[in-house]
């Protein structure tokens, strides 16, 4: 889920996470992987947002989860280019992308994923859209372990996706902490403290996103555990681009 700006970010003392902790984090994402998993069948052209998630939620419940994380986000076509989209009753079109931003809440704590997929045939500036959110993803993930600043993780994603020719388009930091909120510190981006660092034990969400105002919008998140060396994706869909034909 991407981070609101007008949210203060919340500074508990529950920014590093038990092992106790994880664990119930990590059951509730693989509630959310498993959903992404069943949705997919269900998703075709002519099916409105809102029906994609109803289905979603229902699927979600249906395996054990207490409750949403969050209202889902399930935004197709131009719809995409909002990053807190709300669902709407737009029909999926050919050639569209589909963000979906989703968690499930289990024991208190919260899991977070976002997948963009295709349906059918995309345009090349579509497909390079979706290349760079995913480069910049994978940048960021590759650099992030114990004492990285936040700002630099987000830095490192945005660096990649201005390069590519989508400055400003980026419109949200990187990733935010989460846990018994959806939304927890620390918070990775361009207006963290500059001294604040990743430690051992946080539990963050990584999601960059494109957003473009005429077009379409791609964000691809997962929620990983920092450690000393790198970090534990504890998020195991995959990123490579799903096309439902």
């Known amino acids: 889920m991407v981070y609101i700006k007008k949210q203060k970010e919340l500074t508990t003392g529950r920014e590093i996470k038990s092992v106790e902790e994880i664990e119930k984090i990590k059951k509730a994402q693989n509630i959310t992987d498993k959903a992404f998993a069943e949705i997919l069948p269900f998703i075709k052209i002519g099916l409105r947002e809102i029906e994609i998630a109803a289905k979603l939620k229902d699927i979600v419940l249906s395996l ?3 409750g949403m994380a969050f209202d889902l986000i399930a935004a197709s076509g131009r719809n995409g280019r909002r990053p807190h ?3 709407t009753k737009r029909k999926l079109q050919q050639g569209d992308l589909l963000t979906l931003d989703f968690g499930a809440k289990l024991d208190g704590f919260h899991s977070d994923m976002t997948r963009t997929v295709a349906l059918g045939k995309i345009s090349p500036k579509q497909q390079h859209i979706y290349d760079t959110v995913l480069k910049a993803q994978l940048a960021a993930l590759a650099m992030m372990k114990n004492g990285v600043l936040c700002k630099d993780a987000d830095k490192t994603a945005r660096d990649i996706i201005e390069n590519a020719g989508y400055k400003k388009r980026f419109r949200h930091g990187l ?6 909120e959806i939304h927890e510190a620390p918070r990775l981006s361009p207006r963290s403290d500059p001294n604040l660092k990743l430690e051992t034990g946080m539990v963050v969400s990584v ?3 494109i957003y473009l105002k005429w077009n379409c919008g791609v964000r691809i998140e997962d929620i990983v555990v920092i450690r000393d060396a790198g970090i534990e994706n504890l998020t195991q869909t995959t990123k490579e681009l799903i096309v439902i034909e």
């Open 64 to 66: 054990g989860a207490d």
């Open 85 to 87: 989209a709300v669902p």
């Open 175 to 180: 990733g935010h902490g989460i846990g018994l």
């Open 207 to 209: 999601e960059p996103g």
